[in-house]
Protein backbone atom coordinates (compact mmCIF):
# COMPACT_ATOMS: atom_id res chain seq x y z
CA UNK A 1 0.00 0.00 0.00
CA UNK A 2 1.00 3.76 -0.27
CA UNK A 3 3.37 5.04 2.72
CA UNK A 4 3.68 8.66 3.05
CA UNK A 5 6.70 10.36 5.22
CA UNK A 6 6.19 13.73 6.32
CA UNK A 7 9.19 16.37 8.31
CA UNK A 8 9.62 17.87 10.28
CA UNK A 9 7.39 16.68 13.31
CA UNK A 10 7.63 20.25 14.66
CA UNK A 11 8.65 23.44 13.16
CA UNK A 12 8.91 26.69 15.23
CA UNK A 13 9.08 30.15 13.25
CA UNK A 14 8.82 33.71 13.92
CA UNK A 15 6.15 35.82 12.97
CA UNK A 16 6.30 36.69 9.62
CA UNK A 17 8.75 34.11 8.23
CA UNK A 18 8.39 31.26 5.80
CA UNK A 19 7.60 27.54 7.00
CA UNK A 20 7.85 24.81 4.92
CA UNK A 21 7.08 21.39 5.22
CA UNK A 22 7.59 18.26 3.27
CA UNK A 23 6.16 14.97 2.29
CA UNK A 24 7.17 12.19 0.20
CA UNK A 25 4.82 9.04 -0.74
CA UNK A 26 5.83 5.32 -2.18
CA UNK A 27 3.19 4.45 -4.75
CA UNK A 28 3.71 6.56 -8.08
CA UNK A 29 0.41 6.25 -9.34
CA UNK A 30 -0.85 8.25 -6.54
CA UNK A 31 -2.37 11.20 -8.35
CA UNK A 32 -4.16 13.41 -5.40
CA UNK A 33 -2.74 15.46 -2.57
CA UNK A 34 -4.13 17.41 -0.20
CA UNK A 35 -3.21 19.15 2.62
CA UNK A 36 -5.18 19.46 5.92
CA UNK A 37 -4.89 22.22 8.80
CA UNK A 38 -5.73 20.70 12.57
CA UNK A 39 -6.21 23.21 15.01
CA UNK A 40 -6.30 21.94 18.81
CA UNK A 41 -9.16 20.24 19.59
CA UNK A 42 -10.85 20.56 16.88
CA UNK A 43 -11.43 18.60 13.50
CA UNK A 44 -8.73 18.22 10.39
CA UNK A 45 -9.72 20.73 7.54
CA UNK A 46 -8.89 20.88 4.07
CA UNK A 47 -6.53 23.61 3.30
CA UNK A 48 -5.07 23.45 -0.30
CA UNK A 49 -4.48 19.87 -2.68
CA UNK A 50 -2.75 19.65 -5.93
CA UNK A 51 -2.89 16.53 -8.23
CA UNK A 52 -0.39 15.06 -10.01
CA UNK A 53 -1.07 16.89 -13.52
CA UNK A 54 0.28 20.09 -11.80
CA UNK A 55 3.36 21.33 -10.31
CA UNK A 56 2.41 24.08 -7.87
CA UNK A 57 -1.07 25.68 -7.22
CA UNK A 58 -1.48 28.58 -4.32
CA UNK A 59 -3.71 30.19 -2.96
CA UNK A 60 -2.91 33.07 -1.34
CA UNK A 61 -0.14 32.64 1.22
CA UNK A 62 -0.05 29.03 0.93
CA UNK A 63 1.38 27.07 -1.58
CA UNK A 64 1.81 23.09 -2.31
CA UNK A 65 4.76 22.08 -5.30
CA UNK A 66 4.60 18.36 -6.35
CA UNK A 67 7.87 16.55 -8.13
CA UNK A 68 6.45 13.08 -9.17
CA UNK A 69 9.66 12.10 -10.60
CA UNK A 70 11.47 12.32 -7.12
CA UNK A 71 7.63 11.60 -5.38
CA UNK A 72 7.36 14.48 -3.37
CA UNK A 73 5.37 17.22 -2.25
CA UNK A 74 5.63 20.39 0.22
CA UNK A 75 3.78 22.74 2.10
CA UNK A 76 4.99 26.20 1.67
CA UNK A 77 3.25 29.17 4.00
CA UNK A 78 4.10 32.84 3.49
CA UNK A 79 4.17 35.77 6.32
CA UNK A 80 3.43 33.66 8.71
CA UNK A 81 0.56 34.62 11.24
CA UNK A 82 -0.09 33.18 14.99
CA UNK A 83 -3.34 32.06 13.65
CA UNK A 84 -1.25 29.52 11.35
CA UNK A 85 -0.14 27.36 14.57
CA UNK A 86 -1.74 23.99 14.17
CA UNK A 87 -0.73 20.62 12.90
CA UNK A 88 -0.51 20.39 9.57
CA UNK A 89 -1.19 16.78 7.50
CA UNK A 90 0.06 15.71 4.01
CA UNK A 91 -1.56 13.09 2.38
CA UNK A 92 -1.73 10.91 -1.00
CA UNK A 93 -4.17 9.04 -2.61
CA UNK A 94 -4.36 5.27 -2.35
CA UNK A 95 -4.74 4.31 -6.80
CA UNK A 96 -5.35 1.06 -6.08
CA UNK A 97 -7.98 2.07 -3.17
CA UNK A 98 -11.18 4.05 -4.25
CA UNK A 99 -10.92 7.49 -2.67
CA UNK A 100 -8.72 6.08 0.11
CA UNK A 101 -6.17 8.62 1.12
CA UNK A 102 -3.09 7.81 3.46
CA UNK A 103 -2.12 10.26 5.71
CA UNK A 104 1.39 11.57 6.77
CA UNK A 105 2.29 11.75 10.76
CA UNK A 106 1.66 15.24 10.65
CA UNK A 107 3.84 18.71 11.67
CA UNK A 108 3.07 20.57 14.57
CA UNK A 109 3.74 24.17 13.63
CA UNK A 110 4.45 27.30 16.34
CA UNK A 111 4.15 30.55 15.20
CA UNK A 112 5.95 32.64 17.83
CA UNK A 113 4.32 36.34 18.01
CA UNK B 1 -27.70 18.43 10.38
CA UNK B 2 -25.33 20.50 8.50
CA UNK B 3 -22.15 18.58 7.61
CA UNK B 4 -20.85 15.23 9.56
CA UNK B 5 -21.86 14.61 13.26
CA UNK B 6 -20.54 12.12 15.72
CA UNK B 7 -21.78 10.82 18.63
CA UNK B 8 -21.15 10.88 21.59
CA UNK B 9 -18.47 13.38 21.85
CA UNK B 10 -16.37 11.65 24.68
CA UNK B 11 -16.55 8.47 26.54
CA UNK B 12 -15.16 6.27 29.32
CA UNK B 13 -15.73 2.83 29.02
CA UNK B 14 -14.49 -0.86 30.45
CA UNK B 15 -12.30 -2.97 29.04
CA UNK B 16 -14.58 -5.81 27.59
CA UNK B 17 -17.31 -3.81 26.65
CA UNK B 18 -19.05 -3.15 23.51
CA UNK B 19 -19.20 0.50 22.00
CA UNK B 20 -20.94 1.69 18.88
CA UNK B 21 -19.31 5.19 17.75
CA UNK B 22 -22.22 7.34 15.56
CA UNK B 23 -21.33 9.07 12.45
CA UNK B 24 -24.20 10.64 10.20
CA UNK B 25 -23.45 13.07 7.01
CA UNK B 26 -26.29 14.72 5.42
CA UNK B 27 -24.28 15.79 2.15
CA UNK B 28 -25.48 12.51 0.33
CA UNK B 29 -21.73 11.34 0.02
CA UNK B 30 -21.22 7.48 -1.35
CA UNK B 31 -17.97 6.96 0.71
CA UNK B 32 -16.91 7.34 4.30
CA UNK B 33 -14.26 6.57 6.57
CA UNK B 34 -13.02 5.99 10.39
CA UNK B 35 -10.04 7.28 11.23
CA UNK B 36 -7.74 6.93 14.65
CA UNK B 37 -5.90 9.69 15.87
CA UNK B 38 -3.27 9.11 18.11
CA UNK B 39 0.00 11.33 19.39
CA UNK B 40 2.60 11.11 17.05
CA UNK B 41 1.26 8.67 14.56
CA UNK B 42 -1.09 10.80 12.59
CA UNK B 43 -4.67 9.68 11.12
CA UNK B 44 -4.93 5.86 10.50
CA UNK B 45 -7.49 4.98 8.12
CA UNK B 46 -9.87 1.45 10.19
CA UNK B 47 -12.40 1.00 8.06
CA UNK B 48 -13.77 2.71 4.89
CA UNK B 49 -16.93 2.31 2.53
CA UNK B 50 -17.26 3.63 -1.06
CA UNK B 51 -20.83 3.09 -1.17
CA UNK B 52 -24.20 2.28 1.01
CA UNK B 53 -23.86 -1.95 1.06
CA UNK B 54 -19.86 -2.44 0.68
CA UNK B 55 -17.02 -1.62 3.44
CA UNK B 56 -13.44 -2.39 3.45
CA UNK B 57 -10.56 -2.74 5.81
CA UNK B 58 -7.90 -0.28 6.22
CA UNK B 59 -4.74 0.14 8.06
CA UNK B 60 -5.53 -1.21 11.57
CA UNK B 61 -9.00 -2.85 11.14
CA UNK B 62 -8.60 -5.04 14.42
CA UNK B 63 -10.96 -5.08 16.45
CA UNK B 64 -13.47 -2.95 14.97
CA UNK B 65 -16.13 -3.27 13.22
CA UNK B 66 -18.92 -1.18 10.88
CA UNK B 67 -21.89 -1.12 8.48
CA UNK B 68 -23.12 0.78 5.70
CA UNK B 69 -27.28 -0.08 5.56
CA UNK B 70 -27.69 3.39 4.26
CA UNK B 71 -26.07 6.69 2.69
CA UNK B 72 -26.11 8.96 5.69
CA UNK B 73 -24.98 6.35 8.24
CA UNK B 74 -21.63 4.36 9.19
CA UNK B 75 -21.29 3.42 12.65
CA UNK B 76 -18.12 1.97 13.77
CA UNK B 77 -18.18 -0.75 16.10
CA UNK B 78 -16.21 -2.47 19.06
CA UNK B 79 -16.97 -5.56 19.99
CA UNK B 80 -14.72 -6.13 23.12
CA UNK B 81 -13.32 -2.93 24.24
CA UNK B 82 -9.42 -2.88 25.12
CA UNK B 83 -7.19 -0.52 26.71
CA UNK B 84 -5.01 -0.09 23.53
CA UNK B 85 -8.21 1.09 21.63
CA UNK B 86 -8.07 4.66 23.63
CA UNK B 87 -8.09 7.21 20.84
CA UNK B 88 -9.52 9.96 19.49
CA UNK B 89 -12.20 8.50 16.34
CA UNK B 90 -12.77 10.95 13.30
CA UNK B 91 -15.58 10.20 10.74
CA UNK B 92 -14.98 11.27 7.45
CA UNK B 93 -17.02 11.50 4.55
CA UNK B 94 -16.49 12.43 0.41
CA UNK B 95 -18.00 12.91 -2.91
CA UNK B 96 -17.59 10.09 -5.57
CA UNK B 97 -16.39 12.84 -7.67
CA UNK B 98 -13.29 13.92 -8.54
CA UNK B 99 -12.86 16.41 -5.42
CA UNK B 100 -11.60 14.00 -3.28
CA UNK B 101 -11.68 16.23 -0.80
CA UNK B 102 -12.52 14.59 2.71
CA UNK B 103 -15.33 16.19 5.50
CA UNK B 104 -14.52 15.61 9.01
CA UNK B 105 -17.11 15.00 11.90
CA UNK B 106 -15.64 16.52 15.13
CA UNK B 107 -14.61 13.83 16.78
CA UNK B 108 -15.08 10.65 19.51
CA UNK B 109 -12.34 11.00 22.82
CA UNK B 110 -12.47 7.30 23.80
CA UNK B 111 -11.07 6.33 26.90
CA UNK B 112 -10.88 2.13 27.10
CA UNK B 113 -9.93 1.40 31.24
Not at chain 1, 13 to 19: I, K, L, N, P, R
Not at chain 2, 68 to 87: I, M, W
Amino acid sequence: GENVEQHPSTLSVQEGDSAVIKCTYSDSASNYFPWYKQELGKRPQLIIDIRSNVGEKKDQRIAVTLNKTAKHFSLHITETQPEDSAVYFCAARFSGGYQKVTFGTGTKLQVIP
Amino acid sequence: IAGITQAPTSQILAAGRRMTLRCTQDMRHNAMYWYRQDLGLGLRLIHYSNTAGTTGKGEVPDGYSVSRANTDDFPLTLASAVPSQTSVYFCASSDSGQGGEQFFGPGTRLTVL
